[in-house]
């Protein structure tokens, strides 16, 4: 089997289809496939790591498919993409079912507090906070590359990452208040919102990624 | 500071071709499903959903390539309603590439359906569609109805629309029967009141004439996204015009 340039890690939940269609659309000469074979993730290039549903099952899936060991190589050698869930898995403690994380970085992943959810006239914020919402780049990165600061992606989500450690966050969306978008360390990158479901703006963050020489 | 306020193009489908009438007589082929979700998207459209009305179960998988043409292509969330029954058509669905699924008579007729399917694909892919009409024969205002909106369930859709978001309902959209097709505007006092009672986003539906009923849906209504058909399909207005409007009364647009 010939070495993948992307490899999406599939644990089984949810439908990576999009992530892959995305990845074609953007890059149709590369090597990309939807995988949940942990020496095809080791082999790779690339690695992306989606997610979506809830973070117990996400988590307890991973380990049923024995990838977790896979996944956090990666993290620790290769561009690496997280995306939604795969992002959130990335921090030690999920409010979400009081669960355990993979704990590659310091940090809480917590619910949209119900007493906040009020914007600025008032009105109720919804929970989950579902569609495009702005997104503020905080520092500059290859990632970011041709996006112009404050463009929308698309989001949906009722956990958002809360680092200890402030430099970890690469971008920030108010809903109300500014939560982690996204994050940045090292050969890492990790976004909450959907690229592969953000059109023009989610399709060149998963061009850079397929650039990016960290 | 918030989420856009979404426009989503709802696209009737039967047999594998998009679909359109006039109240649903007189139904006309209006063309390529792929064609018509890349017109919406070039023009802006937040999301797309596709409403498959086929009759003959014998057609019901042209829906599932109609979808995977379409996810390859076209990168904004798409929504897929009609006849779900089964927690395996959500499974199908979503696998073909829907993002999110519309239950609507399943749900009256077996909520454990959205409950199931909530629980093992997640609420943010789980839509409960309600069509509600306005009753005088009963302790409560708007009444639930099912099968296209011929029958009655008995339901007061306020507290309908609480039982599914407690039950795993990630998004509601919303349908007032007694708008729908008549070009006056969302039934925004029905909207207001399910939107008021969830947490969940809520889709309003049915009714839309102008560019001032979408406003109204988002201002009076309290919806955070508006759906609308005729005027797409028919030209009158693009989607883009659409969102210059909204966007020129005060609303946030993508």
């Not at chain 1, 999009?18 to 149709?28: G, L, Q, T, Y």
């Amino acid at each position: 089997m010939s070495r993948l340039q992307v490899a999406i890690v599939d644990y089984g939940m949810g439908n990576l289809r999009s992530v892959a269609n995305a990845f074609k659309a953007v890059a149709p000469s590369i090597s990309i496939a939807v995988t949940s074979d942990p020496e095809q993730i080791a082999q790779a290039e690339r690695v992306v790591f989606p997610g979506q549903g809830a973070m117990p099952d996400c988590i307890r899936e991973l380990d049923a498919r024995h990838l977790r060991q896979a996944v956090l190589e990666a993290t620790q050698q290769k561009p690496f993409l997280g995306i939604c869930i795969g992002l959130q898995m990335l921090f030690e403690h999920s409010e979400e079912g009081d669960v355990s994380g993979l704990g590659v970085y310091a940090g809480e992943v917590k619910r949209f507090p119900h007493e906040r959810m009020v914007d600025v006239h008032g009105a109720k914020l919804k929970v989950p906070h579902m569609g495009w919402s702005q997104v503020h780049q905080t520092q500059s990165h290859a990632m970011w590359s041709e996006i112009p600061d404050q463009a929308r992606f698309y989001y949906v989500h009722s956990y958002y990452v809360a680092p200890n450690e402030a430099s970890l966050t690469a971008a920030t969306t108010a809903y109300p208040f500014d939560f982690t978008g996204a994050i940045a360390r090292d050969n890492v990158f990790a976004v909450q919102f959907h690229p592969e479901k953000s059109a023009g703006a989610g399709l060149q963050l998963l061009r850079n990624f397929v650039n990016w020489k960290p | 500071m918030g989420c856009a306020k979404r426009i989503i193009p709802c696209l009737d489908v039967t047999d594998g071709r998009v679909v359109k009438g006039i109240n649903f007589l007189e139904l006309r082929d209006a063309g390529d499903p792929v064609e018509i979700a890349q017109r919406y998207n070039d023009q802006g459209a937040d999301e797309l959903t596709f409403l498959d009305i086929t009759a003959s179960s014998d057609n019901r998988d042209l829906i599932l390539h109609i979808i995977e043409r379409v996810a390859e292509q076209i990168f904004i969330p798409l929504t897929v309603g009609g006849g779900v029954r089964k927690v395996e058509d959500v499974r199908r669905l979503l696998n073909a590439g829907a993002d999110k699924v519309s239950i609507n008579t399943t749900a009256v007729l077996n909520p454990q359906v959205v409950e199931d399917a909530a629980s093992r694909f997640g609420s943010q892919c789980i839509v409960v569609a309600i069509d509600a009409k306005k009753v005088d024969n009963q302790p409560f205002e708007w009444e639930v109805f099912t099968h296209g909106g011929r029958n009655p369930t008995g339901l007061d859709a306020v507290k309908w629309a609480q039982k599914m978001v407690s039950l795993g309902a990630g998004e509601l959209l919303v349908t007032s029967m007694d708008r729908d097709g008549t070009k006056i505007g969302f039934n925004n006092p029905l909207n207001k009141a399910i939107s008021d009672a969830v947490d969940v986003p809520l889709i309003a539906s049915g009714g839309v004439g102008n560019l001032q009923h979408l406003v109204d849906g988002v201002t009076v209504g309290g919806a955070d996204a508006v759906l609308a058909a005729s005027i797409f399909h028919y030209g009158e207005f693009t989607v883009q015009q659409a969102k210059d409007y909204m966007r020129q009364h005060g609303l946030e647009m993508r």
